[in-house]
T-cell receptor, first 112, second 114 residues
Framework: SQQGEEDPQALSIQEGENATMNCSYK?????LQWYRQNSGRGLVHLIL?????REKHSGRLRVTLDTSKKSSSLLITASRAADTASYFC????????????FGKGITLSVRP | DGGITQSPKYLFRKEGQNVTLSCEQN?????MYWYRQDPGQGLRLIYY???????QKGDIAEGYSVSREKKESFPLTVTSAQKNPTAFYLC?????????????FGDGTRLSIL
């Protein structure tokens, strides 16, 4: 089974609203990363949070990590139509060299 | 501009045919990866390589083969043994200094059966 499980599977919001996406994982990690994928394109790295960090910001993105609950959340503030995409969390497992394990993704639709 | 180039963008395979997907990077990254993406399945790792002339199987390597003769190139061959090859294939690369660095992706090759 996948290491990372995103929730919800799909999210539809109005432009200007905030979007919150969650990711849960099962085993010990070195870091957790979030990626975005526009339709028919490759993934783009958004943000990386290490296991000893609790929160990280990048522009309109805010990521939190709770290692005790084995979960992370990605918050996109003041969403725009251009944020419409699929979002994936990926975990780097302890001792697993350079591999990442990706979840199934969340489809975000931002209505203009 | 540095990046990853995948070609072709679309590829069609006949029954019993092997096809090769190209992946080239000019980022000077040591590690390269191949993923398969099916609708609703997320990304699944096929093969990865952390150094030239060495590669390891991922979670779904059966029916696929790779080579890593040059740092810049990591071609994937989908063999006739892969009975369900229709999918979106993504190539990625990363540095390996430290653990689990961000991966940079190409724009994919969509493979279909004729």
């Amino acid at each position: 089974s996948q290491q990372g499980e995103e929730d919800p599977q799909a999210l539809s919001i109005q432009e200007g609203e905030n979007a919150t996406m969650n990711c849960s994982y099962k085993t010990s990690i070195n870091n957790l990363q979030w990626y975005r994928q526009n339709s028919g394109r490759g993934l783009v790295h958004l943000i990386l949070i290490r296991s000893n960090e609790r929160e990280k910001h990048s522009g309109r993105l805010r990521v939190t990590l709770d290692t005790s609950k084995k979960s992370s959340s990605l918050l996109i503030t003041a969403s725009r139509a251009a944020d419409t995409a699929s979002y994936f969390c990926a975990t780097g497992l302890t001792g697993a060299n350079s591999k990442l394990t990706f979840g199934k993704g969340i489809t975000l639709s931002v209505r203009p | 501009d540095g990046g990853i180039t995948q070609s072709p963008k679309y590829l069609f395979r006949k029954e019993g045919q092997n096809v090769t997907l190209s992946c080239e990077q000019n980022l000077n990254h040591d590690a390269m990866y191949w993923y398969r993406q099916d609708p609703g399945q997320g990304l699944r790792l096929i093969y990865y390589s952390q150094i030239v002339n060495d590669f390891q199987k991922g979670d779904i390597a059966e029916g696929y083969s790779v080579s890593r003769e040059k740092k810049e190139s990591f071609p994937l061959t989908v063999t006739s043994a892969q009975k369900n090859p229709t999918a979106f294939y993504l190539c990625a690369s990363s540095i390996i200094t430290g653990l689990h660095q961000p991966q940079h992706f190409g724009d994919g090759t969509r493979l279909s059966i004729l």
